[in-house]
């Protein structure tokens, strides 16, 4: 009702102007003042003036009523609020309330289903294909028998590691997921690491590939990661992450699926393409899969498998052991200077263990000089009070001094331009057999004037490399 009052106002009052104006719409387009000068012109008579000032006052005096209900409503709040004294909080004292926070959750001591804690659980296939029917993610998922021998591999035979992955997957998962979403890739994507690293960053393969994501050098150059003695980014789980993922999605545009893509990932392209031409050109991973190398034919399998396992976890009593670590979310500062992770541990709040832990690339335990800064890892509740002590870790001052001390500094030579008008300038192209010192006797001059014309330190000269010479108009070239 407050709306209808408001716009028949708002209504009369705009008719109302426009007709009073019909002398200064000039401005306007010839349409539109012809729209206006059509409308009749509105009489303001006492009674008009009268309903005008009537429905003003109810519009008002609505108003008031429902700021004095507002004002009732939260009197005790406000007047709470404003009493409110907010302590000053010490770096120590955030992290720790931060820390309470985020410590893990303890190993859960029963199961919804009240299977006992040895209990290995194993369904009929039945069962299982009713449960994949109702995962709900764009990777076309598949149960046969293949993809049964793998359940049983993990929920059965390998049921303690499964449990340790289970747990293991709070500390990279939210940040994979993170990518995934990012990118518009499928979320079940993050199990991959599970079949290719059960979640251990150190994980190495015979075939030199490394970290969660097991990427090989050449391919992790390719997709821009640092790979050298002090970084190597594949063991990093956020740089690799990236990498990695941007790697799928090439192979999924290439192969045009997912399970074709997850398995040229294991085998590589070149392996793929060659399986792809003894299937008759079919890209359909199980009509593809007798023609991969015999890792790859499992590859796909094993996810499918892990996947699953992921969504329905508590119905095979799995029941996830999580590290022992006294943090789950982790953030990274940067670093703008090379230095060592014991000094870092020795002058903060901030273990070697868990420096270490968190900072796997850093093969050395050396942060590297990046100009743009090297991203380290810290647990999250231990920023607030590493951003404190940073000063004691970082001077600037004295790291210039330090800089300063052990540069070594050449001064900028200048080339010299002998001065007045009895000089032709010549350009020499260095032959093979010149030496400084027979040019030189060849244009009558000495070394050091060519060494000073050209701004050379040295008496070094490489063929095809061109000299600026000042020959004396007197002497006649040869």
Same mark, same amino acid.
């Not at 990279?172 to 199990?191: F, G, R, W």
């Not at 003894?278 to 892990?306: D, H």
């Not at 000063?391 to 900028?412: C, E």
């Given at each position: ?15 109302? =102007? ?29 009674? !008009?003036? *009268?309903?005008?000032?009537? @429905?003003?006052?109810?519009? /008002? ?6 700021? !004095?209900? #507002? ?23 955030? !992290? ?7 410590? #893990? ?37 598949? =149960? ?33 997921? &993170?990518?995934?979403?990012?990118? /518009? ?8 690491? @599970? ?58 545009? @290439? ?16 392996? @793929? ?11 359909? #991973? ?25 969504? #329905?976890?508590?119905?095979? /009593? ?15 500062? &940067? ?76 001064? *900028? ?35 050091? /004037? ?7 330190? !040295? ?20």
């Amino acid at each position: 009702m407050i709306r209808n009052k408001y716009s028949l106002i708002f209504l009369t009052t705009g008719l109302f =102007f426009l007709t009073s104006c019909h002398r200064s719409i000039s401005f306007l387009p010839t349409e539109v003042q012809q729209l206006i000068l059509a409308l009749p012109t509105i009489e303001e008579t006492e009674v !008009d003036r *009268q309903k005008l000032q009537l @429905m003003k006052r109810d519009w /008002n005096g609505q108003l008031a009523f429902q700021k !004095d209900q #507002f004002s009732t409503l939260l009197g005790p709040t406000t007047s709470a609020i404003s009493n409110i004294v907010v302590p000053n909080f010490t770096a120590e004292e955030l !992290d720790s309330a931060v820390n309470r926070l985020l410590v #893990f959750p303890p190993l859960a001591s029963s199961n919804p289903y009240g299977f006992a804690e040895n209990d290995l659980v194993d369904y009929p296939d039945s069962v299982y294909r009713q449960r994949f029917r109702q995962i709900s993610t764009d990777i076309p998922l598949v =149960f046969n028998n293949q993809v049964r021998t793998f359940i049983e591999v993990y929920a059965i035979r390998k049921h303690d590691l499964t449990q340790r992955m289970l747990g293991r997957s709070v500390l990279y998962y939210p940040y994979i997921e &993170q990518i995934l979403t990012e990118q /518009n890739i499928p979320d079940a994507l993050k199990h991959l690491v @599970m079949v290719e690293s059960a979640l251990e960053i150190e994980a190495a393969s015979s075939k030199a590939a490394v970290g969660l994501w097991q990427i090989r050098p050449i391919t992790g150059r390719s997709l821009g990661l640092t790979i050298n003695r002090t970084v190597d980014q594949r063991l990093d789980p956020y740089a690799s992450t990236r990498a990695a993922i941007r790697y799928l999605k090439k192979l999924r545009n @290439m192969y045009g699926n997912w399970p074709m893509a997850i398995a040229a990932y294991n085998c590589g392209p070149g392996n @793929m393409h060659k399986a792809i031409v003894r299937a008759g050109g079919s890209k359909n #991973f199980w009509r593809v899969q007798r023609f991969l190398p015999r890792e790859t034919r499992s590859y796909v399998p094993a996810f499918m498998a892990l996947v699953y396992l992921n969504e #329905f976890q508590h119905e095979h /009593n799995l029941r996830p052991v999580y590290p022992e670590l006294s943090f789950q979310a982790v953030d990274t500062v &940067q670093i703008y200077q090379e230095i060592m992770l014991e000094e870092i541990a020795k002058y903060t709040a901030v273990n070697l263990e868990e420096l270490q832990f968190l900072n796997p690339a850093l093969v050395r335990n050396k942060v590297p000089f990046w100009k743009e800064g090297y991203p380290l890892a810290l647990p999250l509740n231990k920023i607030a009070q590493f951003e404190r002590d940073r000063s004691y870790l970082f001077t600037p001052h004295d790291y210039a001094n330090q800089i300063a001390k052990a540069a070594r500094i050449t001064k *900028q030579r200048r080339a010299v331009v002998p001065k007045g008008a009895n000089y032709t300038k010549l350009i020499y192209r260095v032959r093979s057999g010149n030496t400084m010192v027979n040019i030189a006797r060849r244009y009558g001059c000495s070394v050091k /004037n060519i060494r000073d014309w050209n701004a050379k330190s !040295d008496h070094i000269i490489r063929v095809g490399e061109e000299l600026t010479l000042y020959i004396a108009k007197s002497r006649t070239s040869p």
